[in-house]
């Protein structure tokens, strides 16, 4: 039964993309639009594999990738520690809030050029611009999981005197659990973005790079397209394997 139920999926899947194609095409063809302006998808799924092969996407892909993963483990692992402590600490969120929120209120795109300017266009401004953007999501549902465990079972562990450590590997972590890989499916779409952003802001390899280069220097409309598809693909395999780690977990505990 469940694997009819993953075929069926899969066929809308692949049917809504062939839609999308070829309305894709329908648009190209009704608006008469020149190739820079709006490529047919034949002409992107070409270039696509272009890319691919003759190692324009391999030069690329790799940077955003490291500066991806980077970032949003370093944003994952403080938004964590700080959504707990927000969730446990009244005062902490009462002095902590404003300037998170402030924080992330700010457009990336404003201060992406600052921390381009103090950290260099290396790797480390964007793993800063990834976790920033991957922070404040997580810290939110993190304190949203932990508020939300179960208060009877917190009593029961003080009753038992059960060691802070316990209480937040038994108890806490487990019942906050699906909160959390919530807010990790969300950031890890954001780091995507956060490193698009961080190559536009500078750098010298990624795909935010090569978009300004398809864009500007090399006019290539359709490699503009591949490099999108490419980053889509990038944003939405990470989210599966998020997805897939919390049906692991999750679906464990249950």
């Known amino acids: 039964m469940r694997l009819r139920s993953d075929r069926f999926q899969t066929g809308w899947i692949v049917a809504a993309a062939v839609l999308f194609v070829l309305l894709w095409q329908a648009i190209v063809i009704v608006g008469n639009f ?3 302006v709006l490529p047919p998808p034949g ?13 324009t996407m391999e030069r690329h892909v790799p940077t955003t990738l490291s500066e991806i993963v980077l970032g949003f483990g370093a944003g994952a692992a403080l938004g964590v520690i700080v959504g707990y402590v927000l969730a446990r600490s009244r005062f902490a969120e009462r002095l902590l809030s404003p300037y998170i929120v402030a924080a992330q209120a700010t457009p990336v795109l404003a201060i992406a050029p600052l921390l381009a300017l103090w950290f260099g266009t290396g790797l480390l401004s964007k793993v800063i611009i990834c976790s920033l953007i991957v922070f404040f ?14 208060a009877d079972l917190l009593e029961m562990c003080r009753a038992f005197r059960a060691r802070p450590a316990q209480v937040l590997s038994k108890v806490e972590i487990p019942g906050a659990l699906p909160s959390i890989l919530g807010g990790f499916r969300v950031g890890v779409t954001l780091a995507v973005i956060g490193a698009i952003v961080g190559e536009w802001a500078g750098g010298e390899q990624g795909l935010g790079v090569l978009i300004n280069l398809a864009r500007g220097s090399l006019f290539d409309t359709p490699l ?20 897939l780690l919390e049906r692991r977990l999750v679906g464990a505990r249950g």
């Open 34 to 36: 020149r190739p820079f």
């Open 43 to 55: 002409s992107v799924g070409a270039r696509f594999v272009q890319a691919w092969t003759d190692g």
């Open 224 to 243: 503009l397209f591949a490099t999108l598809a490419t980053i889509a693909l990038i944003g939405v395999a990470l989210y599966a394997a998020i997805a």
């Open 137 to 150: 999501p997580i810290a939110v549902a993190t304190m949203v999981g932990i508020r939300s465990v179960d």
